[in-house]
């Protein structure tokens, strides 16, 4: 039997020397590869074309959503699946859009992650149960005040919507400062007048208003 050639993203390391050992001593399976950011994910992915990617969210200089479409672009034939501590329903939804093949959260990656492997590796779609029945659960009609909320954002200064969308996708403040040239501190003001325009308490909810308005696109 030829082994399923896995490579692990994800920038904890103690993480992934658990995931390696777990996957490492099953008999079909390898681990090919580790990364700890999405920078060196799309290289090593990029030279090793594995069959799987298992692949976190929330990750320093290029995050699990944005590396996702990258990945399905010079990648169709390596299935991803996403392992997260997430268990949002928006990131969920965001990670299917994008092209994930499956979605696990960190808290049951022992033997469900091997079922998961295995069902995506058979062309499957994998849901984490719990997140599976919000999913369904949240199959509702759009708000009637999809329109307020396209004004609302309209409401805000480019650089507020820009902040925003960083935050949404994952980054975090020292992260967006870093890429657009100014402080963490000017980072937060801006974080704080957008959520504050918008009427969003948590990033949860900016991720949910930003995918319901098609911002994370």
């Given at each position: 039997m030829?082994p399923?050639?896995i490579?692990?993203?994800?920038?904890?390391?103690?993480?992934?020397?658990?995931?390696?050992?777990?996957?490492?001593?099953r008999?079909?399976?390898?681990v090919?590869?580790?990364?700890?950011?999405?920078a060196?994910?799309?290289?090593?992915a990029r030279t090793?074309?594995?069959?799987?990617?298992l692949?976190?969210l929330?990750m320093?200089r290029?995050g699990g959503l944005?590396?996702l479409?990258?990945l399905r672009?010079?990648?169709?034939?390596t299935?991803?699946?996403i392992l997260t501590?997430?268990?949002d329903e928006?990131?969920?939804?965001q990670?299917?859009?994008a092209g994930?093949?499956?979605?696990?959260?960190?808290k049951a990656?022992?033997v469900?992650l091997?079922?998961a492997i295995?069902?995506v590796?058979?062309?499957d779609?994998?849901?984490?149960?719990?997140m599976?029945k919000?999913?369904?659960?949240g199959?509702i009609?759009?708000?009637a005040?999809q329109?307020?909320?396209?004004?609302?954002?309209?409401s805000?200064?480019n650089?507020e919507q820009?902040v925003?969308r960083?935050?949404a996708l994952?980054?975090t403040?020292r992260?967006?400062?870093?890429q657009?040239s100014?402080?963490a501190?000017?980072i937060?003001?801006?974080?704080?007048?957008g959520?504050?325009?918008?009427?969003l308490?948590n990033?949860?909810?900016?991720?949910?208003?930003?995918l319901a308005?098609?911002?994370?696109?």
């Open positions: 030829i399923i050639r490579l692990l993203a994800d920038d904890h390391a103690v993480l992934r020397a658990g995931l390696k050992l777990l996957l490492d001593g008999s079909d399976m390898s090919i590869g580790e990364a700890a950011d999405g060196e994910l799309l290289s090593l090793h074309r594995p069959d799987i990617i692949l976190d929330t320093p290029l944005e590396a479409p990258l672009q010079h990648l169709p034939q299935r991803i699946l501590m997430h268990d928006s990131y969920l939804r990670a299917l859009k994930a093949a499956g979605y696990v959260l960190k990656a022992d469900e091997i079922a295995q069902s590796m058979r062309g779609l994998y849901v984490h149960p719990t599976a919000i999913l369904f659960e199959m009609p759009e708000m005040g329109q307020a909320e396209v004004d609302l954002w309209d805000l200064s650089r820009e925003l960083l935050v994952g980054h403040s992260e967006i400062a870093n657009l100014v402080s501190k000017t937060e003001t801006h974080r704080a007048r959520m504050e325009k918008l009427g308490r990033r949860a909810a900016l991720v949910r208003f930003a308005q098609g911002l994370m696109d």
